[in-house]
């Protein structure tokens, strides 16, 4: 095989550069079962690696439901709405760094851009137990948003490489989990039994551990996780051929470090990406709710502030077991079905159920708004299989990366909604809160039906394209090669979209 030129070295995906210098041993065919053997020790390593890391930038957020009841809002003298706002401008940081964070993941490593993103977070989890008053718990709130911003759009880049477009949806249901919420009810807890005043009220304890333990993970992320197949340590070239060869139907290429203004401009344009940012927005106002809210909420049922840290713990467990299931369901449907879109909107309907009973029921029925309240939370399961989609139905880095942006920007405008949707003077049964609810999970049916409907009506179109090209007895465009070229969706006519 010819070298490649040093243009062609500039333009090329770095999944077909290392392909075309791998020599014919290492080529080979490859079995199901090589195959197959490759996957389990993907999935083993790669899977605890991405689910540790969300559960730790999970925490940051959800921990401060708990560290309020712990008397946070009390040592920092928080009046009125500022505690809704502790939790709103987290996502302002966010939504700041969100375009920086995406021009560093197209210029940086991105394994270990999300290492030094933790130990930054770390960092600020150290600083917030030291905080005394609104603008220092504000300020480090800010910040920590800011160093979180790479954590997720990473961890989709990351999923794509590495699994085909079948396997995602699973995989996602697996490190997008909600087992923050388990972990942060178990450390609460567990320092809410020591009685230690040393510090002050016990929710500064709490920061100061969450802070080490990330520091450590830190460490774990830069050793362990690779930045790409081909940078896998713990990969033979053998392995990392195989690994390569099973993604390359994903048609979505792998990673190349130069930016293609045009194919930022395109998905600027392309309708799929607002449909998608849309359902974002609306999905993720109730998700910044109840992060925010969550222990407040249980607490002004009645239930002391040690036992509402661990009635934190169901929820959890159910959000991420319904998340696994739905998972499993679309990736053992037949692959011409196509009911991802129809899934998600259908999964919709129960958190919707859940508002209209939160909102309704007496504030006396203490165990039907406690039950309402854990079945609401299946709400994430729509939101993390949609984060599949812009992974499927976008090609070309440069557009990846804008999509990805795009999509987080939305989670962060809902994010930061969703704590002004609970004001102080509707405690403690948020009658608003909860209708502002319902009609955000309307809007995200609504987005999700009609993003799936896109999709449906451009993949007829493309199949009668080829029908008449094939017609003419004409091949089209050269394909070869397509599959780790960076050309966006738009570009490669063989491109088919998952709905």
């Not at 020790?41 to 401060?64: F, G, H, Q, Y």
């Not at 990473?154 to 995602?168: D, G, N, P, Y």
């Not at 009220?201 to 460490?219: C, D, E, Q, T, Y």
Request: hydrophobic letters at 45%; glycine letters at 8%.
């Amino acid at each position: 095989m010819a070298p490649a030129s040093n243009t062609d070295k500039k333009t090329q995906d770095v999944a077909a550069a290392f392909l075309s210098t791998l020599p014919p041993s290492i080529t080979t065919s490859i079995s199901q079962q090589e195959s197959r053997r490759l996957l389990w020790k993907i999935d083993l390593i790669l899977i605890p690696l991405i689910s540790l890391t969300v559960i730790l930038a999970a925490v940051d957020k959800v921990i401060i439901s708990n560290a309020s009841i712990y008397g946070m809002s009390t040592d920092t003298h928080l009046t009125g709405n500022q505690y809704s706002w502790v939790g709103s401008i987290f996502y302002f940081g966010y939504l700041l760094f969100e375009y920086p964070a995406a021009l560093l993941m197209q210029r940086l490593p991105v394994a270990k851009l999300l290492a030094g993103t933790v130990f930054a977070w770390a960092v600020l989890m150290l600083c917030t137990a030291a905080t005394q008053n609104f603008a220092g718990l504000a300020t480090v709130r800010f910040l920590m948003g800011m160093a979180e911003a790479p954590a997720f759009p990473i961890a989709s880049i990351l999923t794509v490489m590495w699994w085909k477009t079948s396997e995602q949806p699973l995989r996602l249901a697996f490190w997008f989990n909600q087992l923050s919420s388990v972990f942060a009810g178990i450390i609460s807890y567990g320092i809410g039994q020591t009685g230690t005043t040393t510090i002050g009220n016990p929710w500064r304890l709490l920061f100061l551990v969450l802070g080490a333990v990330s520091v450590i993970w830190a460490v774990i992320v830069y050793i362990f996780l690779p930045d790409s197949p081909i940078s896998a340590w713990w990969l033979s070239d053998r392995e990392k051929f195989v690994a390569l060869q099973r993604v390359k139907d994903n048609n979505t290429g792998m990673e190349d470090k130069t930016i293609k203004w045009h194919q930022v401009r395109e998905a600027l344009v392309d309708p799929k990406t607002w449909l998608l940012a849309l359902f974002a927005v609306a999905q993720n106002i109730p998700n910044g709710g109840l992060v925010t809210f969550s222990a407040i909420i249980v607490n002004g049922l009645g239930y002391s502030s040690l036992i509402t840290t661990i009635l934190g713990i169901p929820t959890g467990v159910l959000a991420t077991v319904w998340q696994i299931l739905l998972g499993l369901l679309i990736s053992y449907l037949p692959k011409k079905w196509n009911a991802r879109c129809a899934i998600i909107a259908l999964a919709d309907l129960i958190p919707l159920v859940c508002a209209i009973l939160m909102w309704k029921l007496p504030r006396d029925n203490k165990n039907g708004l406690l039950a309402a309240y854990y079945v609401f939370y299946t709400y994430w399961a729509p939101y993390v299989l949609c984060t599949s989609l812009p992974m499927a139905n976008t090609s070309g880095h440069s557009k990846k990366l804008a999509t990805n942006a795009i999509f987080f920007l939305a989670y962060c405008v809902g994010n930061i909604i969703g704590p002004q949707a609970f004001r102080d003077s509707d405690a403690p049964g948020y009658g608003r809160g909860y209708t502002g609810l319902l009609a955000c999970l309307v809007v995200s049916i609504c987005a999700i039906g009609a993003y799936g409907g896109y999709c449906w009506w451009e993949n007829k179109r493309r199949d009668e394209v080829e029908a008449e090209a094939g017609m003419r007895g004409q091949s089209g465009e050269d394909e070869g090669g397509e599959e780790f070229s960076d050309l966006t969706d738009w570009e490669k006519g063989k491109f088919r979209y998952t709905y």
